[in-house]
């Protein structure tokens, strides 16, 4: 034990840059821990295999033979690459070991045992989108590892505005949201940016979009089964049958007798179901809305408001994706992204 403790105090007093040296000389050879006593986080799938893709960048030369280097040279479009006389070599999707092995392969008909170093100049294949009340809207590249407060730093922090002489948000953080993979991440950025929950500020990963809905926004969202999805411009005194009017009507394949209404967060809407059927025949009044109400029209008949949140909910998401960035999310989002 003298022996560690002399060892540690030597490395830190001659070389700061050992302070990370493992004690795992002492204890279980997988443990991730330093003298810091932390854990080391654990990488993500996608940076555990990093593969190369069109735009990224790389520095190419043969080993011991400088005349053959070549910088930034980039994936094309098509995902290949051209060194020397290794033509259009298919490096997208590979790793940088990969491509260095399929280029030693391809250049082995012209040189003796070739040995290619390969080493990334810039990644610009692995984009993530930041869309919304954010000063600087756009697609950003995932050139290291960036968390969500990282990602909203680099586009500039949530847009602000005044009230009564302060400075606020503009950011409705209860319906603001990060979809991966066609799914949204159980994040809660209320928690992250209001509480400072540092447990919610996750990493980011090729291909996110974080979005974060206006908290000034005087809109209504009629989804579903009308004619032209999308967005009413808040009116005095809205309607359901209104909102629905100026978007177009009902398809003849929608589902009248239930129009669902949801207000409020995301995470835990109030919800209300509205027999349009019955306004339009004079037994019951119309709905009043609110700002940023969200009216789901279905196709199907269904029983529960469980039933049809989630898919209400799911379009809606769709919806922002769609119109601030004109791609839709591939595949659609598919899991429960309400809590019931």
Same mark, same amino acid.
């Given at each position: 034990?003298r022996k560690k %403790?002399? /060892?540690?105090v030597?490395c830190?007093t /001659?070389?700061p840059?050992?302070?990370?040296?493992s004690?795992?000389?002492?204890?279980?050879?997988s443990?991730?821990?330093?003298? =810091?006593g932390v854990? *080391?986080?654990?990488r993500?799938?996608?940076?555990q295999?990093l593969?190369l893709?069109?735009g990224d960048?790389?520095?190419l030369?043969? /080993?011991d *033979?400088p005349d053959?280097?070549?910088t @930034?040279v980039p994936i094309?479009p098509d995902?290949?690459i051209t060194?020397? *006389?290794?033509?259009?070599?298919?490096a997208?999707?590979l790793t940088?070991?990969?491509l260095r092995?399929k $280029?030693?392969?391809?250049?082995g008909?012209?040189?003796q045992n070739?040995r290619?170093?390969?080493?990334?100049a810039?990644?610009?294949s692995?984009?993530y989108?930041?869309l919304g009340?954010?000063?600087?809207k756009?697609?950003?590249?995932?050139?290291?590892?960036?968390t &969500?407060i990282?990602a909203?730093a680099?586009?500039?922090?949530?847009e602000?505005?005044l009230?009564e002489q302060r400075?606020v948000e503009?950011?409705?953080? =209860?319906r603001s949201?990060?979809?991966?993979?066609g799914d949204? $991440?159980?994040?809660?950025l209320?928690?992250?940016f *209001?509480?400072?929950d $540092?447990s919610?500020?996750?990493?980011l990963?090729?291909g996110?979009y974080?979005?974060?809905?206006s908290a %000034?926004?005087?809109?209504?969202?009629?989804?579903g089964e &009308?004619?032209r999805?999308g967005?009413?411009?808040?009116a005095?005194k809205?309607?359901?049958?209104s909102?629905i009017?100026?978007?177009?009507g009902?398809?003849?394949?929608?589902f009248?007798?239930?129009?669902?209404? &949801?207000?409020g967060s995301l995470?835990t809407?109030e919800?209300?179901?509205v027999? %349009?059927?019955?306004?339009?025949?004079?037994?019951?009044?119309?709905f009043? /809305?609110?700002?940023?109400?969200?009216?789901?029209i279905s196709?199907?008949p269904?029983v529960?408001v469980g039933?049809?949140?989630d898919i209400?909910?799911?379009?809606f998401?769709?919806?922002f994706? &769609?119109?601030?960035?004109t791609?839709?999310?591939?595949p659609l989002?598919?899991?429960s992204?309400? @809590?019931?």
């Amino acid at each position: 034990m003298r022996k560690k %403790t002399a /060892l540690i105090v030597l490395c830190l007093t /001659l070389a700061p840059g050992c302070a990370l040296v493992s004690l795992a000389a002492d204890s279980d050879a997988s443990s991730p821990r330093s003298l =810091s006593g932390v854990a *080391q986080p654990k990488r993500a799938d996608w940076q555990q295999r990093l593969t190369l893709g069109p735009g990224d960048l790389l520095n190419l030369m043969l /080993l011991d *033979q400088p005349d053959t280097a070549r910088t @930034d040279v980039p994936i094309g479009p098509d995902g290949r690459i051209t060194f020397l *006389q290794a033509r259009q070599i298919m490096a997208a999707g590979l790793t940088i070991d990969e491509l260095r092995a399929k $280029l030693d392969e391809a250049l082995g008909n012209y040189y003796q045992n070739p040995r290619t170093i390969v080493t990334p100049a810039a990644y610009n294949s692995k984009k993530y989108y930041v869309l919304g009340a954010v000063v600087n809207k756009g697609v950003y590249n995932l050139d290291r590892p960036l968390t &969500v407060i990282e990602a909203v730093a680099r586009a500039g922090g949530l847009e602000t505005g005044l009230f009564e002489q302060r400075s606020v948000e503009l950011a409705d953080l =209860s319906r603001s949201f990060i979809v991966r993979n066609g799914d949204r $991440l159980p994040v809660d950025l209320e928690r992250l940016f *209001q509480r400072g929950d $540092l447990s919610q500020n996750v990493p980011l990963a090729p291909g996110d979009y974080i979005y974060f809905a206006s908290a %000034t926004a005087n809109e209504i969202y009629v989804l579903g089964e &009308v004619a032209r999805p999308g967005i009413v411009a808040y009116a005095p005194k809205p309607t359901v049958i209104s909102v629905i009017s100026a978007r177009g009507g009902f398809t003849r394949k929608s589902f009248r007798s239930k129009v669902l209404v &949801v207000r409020g967060s995301l995470s835990t809407p109030e919800t209300f179901v509205v027999d %349009t059927s019955d306004i339009l025949a004079g037994k019951s009044q119309d709905f009043k /809305l609110q700002p940023r109400d969200i009216v789901y029209i279905s196709q199907n008949p269904w029983v529960k408001v469980g039933d049809i949140l989630d898919i209400a909910a799911r379009a809606f998401m769709q919806s922002f994706v &769609v119109t601030a960035t004109t791609r839709k999310v591939e595949p659609l989002i598919n899991d429960s992204i309400i @809590d019931r």
